[in-house]
């Protein structure tokens, strides 16, 4: 990953890479790029990183506002022979002082602001140097001993490119952190890179990048996934990159239709917000091929949604399933005429099947882990040669989740007998009287008016929903028909989305809603594999 946009520009990869909005890096404004001159930016952050103090085994921690830049921030420490470990600056602020102090790294990059909100003395105490990418260095007055401007660094030659082991650490990331505080996952290069990016550089039929094609990819740029598309997605030569940072859908649509995208994967936040796109007379979905959604549901309406707006015959929704600590455990393939289905077939619950020589999965019960037949419901496990390292600073979490060669994956699910998963809930969240993800389909089905439906579970009481609507009003009428056949709900609450905690995946918080709405965030679950 060090030498990535090197090698790709040495193999003469054409592909140009166009942003929203220029890197949040006081010496770039661009806001397109060569692979060349990618890989210049990249020996130049080696550079900067290097004169800073980082060097091989150390932690570098990158933590900023969403832009691809992570990643080439990322390779650069690589490049170094360090460890990036890159951190949401979307996470609530005690959160990113609690993983800085697990990271201990060596090196902090970040910006001005987020340096600001974090505070000097906690930044200081997180770690002993820190370089802002955007700005110059306080004045040299005591107050912020240890913090680097740009300016300080950027002659700073590149050291020549470190290889390290393929099982050392390559990467840190975060997950979700729906429930609580993110643990931080430690990937080694031959579990990201060989055994998942590798497996996407095969040009399959249909689902394979072309040379002709133009990728759009609007994700949270701090977490695992990107780090292995950018890994894979230059490798494969496509004609375009461009990459969108935001969720406002009048902000990202001057990006789409500059840059029409052929292959579009984003966050299932970031799908559900620019849906109202999909709905203009020139819509910028039109010559869209495959749709990718991971890291959480996406109900069937906004799956709907997408396959009309394609102006193609058969394009094509690929719905991933798995986790930060395993990459992908299953796929699932929808079309117009099984999204028009899904409301009977499953919806977003139906996760498809392992992925083909590369996962197995069993359900067992959660007291006992005894093996459980097909039908019956119960936790899942994974068995993957991609798994992990670790939790950096949480061993024996770690440890907790592991049984043998499995892995505790902490959702409810059951095992049909065609060999499809199909997903309930989330152990934490899990209710004796119905699935939350059942129930939020079918809500989301008959009630288009709503942006996202949630159900929570606080123990001895009925589950409570939460819609999100856009001016923060339910039609009551509507929802009291569209719950007419189900288990008894509480009363339901309507916010608009910008009132709903999320992470920087765009998942609601849960645990965080629970206790804004109740004042408690225990949940009727256990939440033992959280």
């Known amino acids: 990953m060090g030498v990535l946009f090197e090698e790709c520009a040495a193999r003469r990869v054409r592909t140009r890479v166009h942003l929203d909005r220029p890197f949040d890096i006081a010496s770039e404004s661009a806001t397109s790029y060569t692979v060349p001159e990618l890989a210049a930016l990249v020996r130049r952050a080696a550079g900067w990183f290097a004169a800073a103090g980082a060097g091989p085994s150390d ?12 990643d080439v921030l990322a390779c650069a420490a690589v490049r170094i022979g360090a460890v990036p470990a890159q951190l949401s600056a979307q996470l609530p602020r ?88 993110p643990k931080l996952v430690a990937h080694s290069t031959r579990t990201l890179v060989g055994k998942l990016a590798r497996f996407e550089t095969v040009r399959y039929p249909r689902i394979g990048v072309r040379r002709d094609d133009t990728l759009v990819n609007a994700s949270s740029y701090a977490h695992g996934r990107t780090f292995c598309w950018t890994a894979s997605a230059l490798c494969l ?71 009309r707006a394609s102006a193609r015959r058969s394009p094509l929704w690929m719905q991933g399933w798995g986790q930060t600590e395993t990459g992908p455990l299953t796929f699932r393939f929808h079309t117009r005429r099984s999204a028009a289905d899904d409301a009977v077939a499953g919806g977003s619950r139906d996760v498809g099947r392992p992925v083909p020589g590369k996962t197995r999965l069993r359900v067992v019960d959660p007291d006992t882990f005894r093996p459980l037949p097909r039908g019956q419901a119960g936790l899942v496990l994974a068995r993957t040669a991609a798994l992990a390292a670790g939790y950096v600073g949480e061993s024996d979490r770690w440890a907790a ?64 929903p939460v819609v999100v609507t856009q001016d923060g009003v339910l039609d009551r009428a509507a929802w009291d028909l569209a719950v007419r056949d189900l288990p008894p709900l509480g009363e339901p609450v309507a916010l608009t989305w910008d009132e709903v905690p999320r992470t920087g995946t765009g998942k609601v918080r849960r645990t965080a809603l629970l206790r804004q709405l109740t004042g408690s965030a225990r949940t009727a679950g256990s939440g033992r594999w959280t």
């Open 59 to 70: 932690r570098v921690a990158v933590v900023k506002p969403n832009h691809w830049d992570y």
């Open 401 to 464: 989740k592991q049984l043998g060669a499995w892995w505790n994956t902490g959702d409810l699910g059951l095992r049909r007998g065609d060999g499809t998963v199909e997903l309930l809930d989330r152990e934490v969240d899990r209710t004796p009287l119905l699935s939350c993800l059942r129930a939020e389909d079918l809500l989301e089905d008959r009630l288009p008016q709503i942006a996202e439906c949630v159900l929570l579970n606080p123990p001895g009481r009925p589950p409570l």
């Open 237 to 307: 030569d496509p004609a375009e990159i461009a990459i969108v940072t935001g969720q406002d859908p009048d902000l990202a649509d001057p990006v789409l239709r500059a840059h029409p995208p052929t292959v579009m994967e984003a966050l299932p936040a970031s799908y559900v917000r620019f849906e109202p796109l999909t709905r203009r007379l020139d819509n910028p979905f039109r010559r869209v091929r495959l749709f990718i959604s991971t890291y959480d549901a996406v109900h069937p309406p906004t799956v709907r949604a997408y396959l």
């Open 94 to 181: 005690q959160w990113l002082l609690t993983l800085l102090r697990r990271l201990s790294p060596a090196l902090l990059v970040t910006t001005r602001q987020v340096w600001e909100e974090l505070g000097a003395a906690d930044a200081l105490e997180a770690a002993p140097v820190t370089l802002l990418l955007d700005g110059r260095a306080p004045d040299a007055d005591g107050r912020a001993p240890g913090v680097l401007g740009l300016d300080d660094v950027a002659d700073a030659p590149a050291p020549p490119p470190y290889r390290r082991h393929d099982d050392e650490p390559l990467v840190v990331n975060h997950t979700s952190g729906t429930t609580g505080v």
